[in-house]
């Protein structure tokens, strides 16, 4: 299974209002997203996931854990109104290198995953979330080799120049724990909620 792209911003909406049910979040996938372009007042975010993908012209499928993955937001303070704007990035078959970028897709665990990572960025920079931990990327197959940045669209852009620029200003982890009763991950989503997700993904609404 593979969700689209509504389903994505259904999903994401439903996490952030469990979070903030006050502030009305929107999330846009925009393929044309510039990783060196950001307006005012936006903060950029970027995350890796898992996705798969397939070349248009041999068939041959890949997986990859490096999936770049890049977020533009803003929260109108006033308004109580957020918006995410997300591009996915591409990769190139490494057989056929006249091909074209393959968009990447993603298993709804993946996919979830993706967006709570999202979600726990916005509460951290827009909420003051103190405490914040990414969730890992999880590998649904073995996979050899490591990333092939000459057929990443994310790297040939420049991605992980930016990613170490990033780094030094923002820690993806913190420690810090202001409650105590955090789970050793840091989720902040609780048990019900995730089961909520759960069951709300295998409906396939
Ligand atoms: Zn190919
Ligand atoms: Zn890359």
């Known amino acids: 299974t593979v969700l689209d792209v509504g389903t994505w ?3 994401f909406q439903e996490l952030m ?3 903030k049910p006050r502030a009305r979040w929107t999330l846009k996938l925009d393929k044309n997203l510039d990783p060196n372009c950001l307006a005012e007042g936006w903060k950029q975010y970027e995350l890796k996931g ?3 993908f397939q070349c248009s012209s041999c068939q041959r499928s890949w997986a990859s854990a490096q999936v770049h993955i890049l ?3 803003h929260l109108e303070s006033h308004k109580s109104q ?7 990035f591409a990769q190139r078959c490494k057989k056929c290198s006249w091909s074209r970028f393959e968009n990447p897709e993603f ?3 993946s996919t979830m995953r993706i967006l709570k990572n999202v979600v726990l960025r916005i509460l951290k920079k827009f909420y003051d979330f103190k405490k914040f931990a990414e969730l890992p990327i999880i590998r649904e197959v073995p996979l050899d080799g490591s990333h092939d940045t000459n057929n990443c669209e994310g790297c040939s852009l420049g991605f992980c120049l ?3 620029r990033n780094n030094t200003t923002e820690p993806s982890v913190s420690p810090f724990s202001p409650t105590g009763s955090s789970s050793p991950t840091g989720d902040v989503f609780s048990q019900s909620q995730v089961i909520f997700i759960a069951k709300w993904l295998e409906e396939g609404r």
Request: hydrophobic share 35%.
């Open 9 to 11: 911003e259904q999903i």
């Open 17 to 19: 209002q469990q979070e």
């Open 50 to 52: 898992f996705g798969r």
């Open 71 to 73: 977020c533009h937001m």
């Open 82 to 88: 957020g918006q995410v704007i997300m591009r996915l």
């Open 107 to 109: 298993s709804p665990e």
């Open 162 to 164: 930016l990613r170490l």
